[in-house]
DNA sequence: CGAAGCATTGACTGGGGTCAACTTATGTGG
DNA sequence: CCACATAAGTTGACCCCAGTCAATGCTTCG
């Protein structure tokens, strides 16, 4: 037997999430559940890291939503980005870290710490492909409010976020469950309440989504993506391809 | 003698970079100095990297500009960043990795292999803070496309720039030589070129910049700074404050 | 049941895009 | 060293996507 054991596809989404980035070993499912049990919770609304003030150790995020935000000194909020369960949060590679945004958790949360790299080796590798994807949605993001209208800003992030809930097991027929608001929307799109709202009617009509408060639905994914271009990500050769 | 030997500041722009995120040791100059000797050289609108394609081994960027693209299928140009002297290229912590952005010379660049941080570990702090930086130049360019009006991304754009040249001392007085094109800096900003044209003129009014091609001057960047709400990068608590 | 947050809609405005013409560099070959 | 070609910068006229302002419903939850 030359080959590690693999752990069973886990029960936890975040865990599967990660399994999915890249296998791990039996010792480092067990340190997984292991954390998990000592998971902490956050309520909503609470900050979990503070721009320019020292990074926590690395968590996975179990279960919840948080968004990475920053805000300019007149009150324009953006956010950078989404983080969803799987996720890992505070992983850096720099001494002495300190936050480039402030992260806020959007629901409750459950989080726990990290088993570290080195103890458990077969987990660098999904550390590392979740690192580099988390990068790869920066740049999806840039392009978005860059070069995208409101709509495609609209298509293009609800893609993204049913590829990566997907993941972690957490969609059924490109439906997904959600806490955003239109002003949350907003806020990561660039555009303002307003906008979104008559651009979500423009897609109900159009019968691209059903959209209610908590709950998604994209109609038609693969048409969809493929008539606003998106694609999903792939930052690595050795992590396994969706169907 | 319990310090280790640092080296004096190198003559080199793109290493006085890389010096003054982290201070390496003189066995890390050495190997520096001789990689430099290997250095290849990249004729202007070459790609170094194709986003889906394999990533090359880890390179310093020893002279020249570079940018980030990504292009739209329907022929929409972004730019996601620019890369100076002294960035890195091809750092990545996922094994077999894929490039996520096309990276394309805007000059005649220099490049060379950097030293493995394995083997040279005082460049390893180094190279953690300029892969930070990275990010936190992306979330700046979120927050830009995001929630800036034109004026303010322009100028938010040009006090990057200067801020990061600086670190390799490749500006005086607020001043910098740089191979931008309107249309190049309206990639940059999700503006259109004609538009970058009607506000570098109102800037150049306001007395804010001189803009001549292949030359920039920012005329009081500390008073355009604080009207525009900038700050200055920051992302771990070792690294050496600018003055 | 009241209050606060969120969603929705209409009327109007404006920042930035589009189109097109023209000027000014840059440069390349004869 | 000039002639021509090409790229880059500049300007004006006009338009439209998305922002602003404001009023009104609709939930949800204490």
Redesign the interface.
Known sequence: MSQATLAPPPAIPAFRRLAAL?PFDARADIALRDAARRARRIPIRQELLSE?K?VMDPQILLSGWAA?T?I???G???I?GLLLPGDLIGH???????A??TIVALTDLEICPAPSAEDFPSLS?A???S??LD??F??A???R????NAYERLADLFLELLERLSMAGLTSEGAFDHPLTQELVADV??LTPVHVNRVVKTMRQDGEVLWATGYLVLTAPGALASRI?WAP???????PQRQ
């Open positions: 890249a320019g020292p990475r920053r300019l000194p007149d324009r909020r953006q950078m850096c590679y720099q001494p002495e870290p300190l480039t945004s590798c550390y590392g492909i690192h580099a990068e790869s920066l740049l993001q840039i392009t409010l860059g070069r995208m799109t660039g271009g990500f792939r930052v690595s050769l050795s992590m």
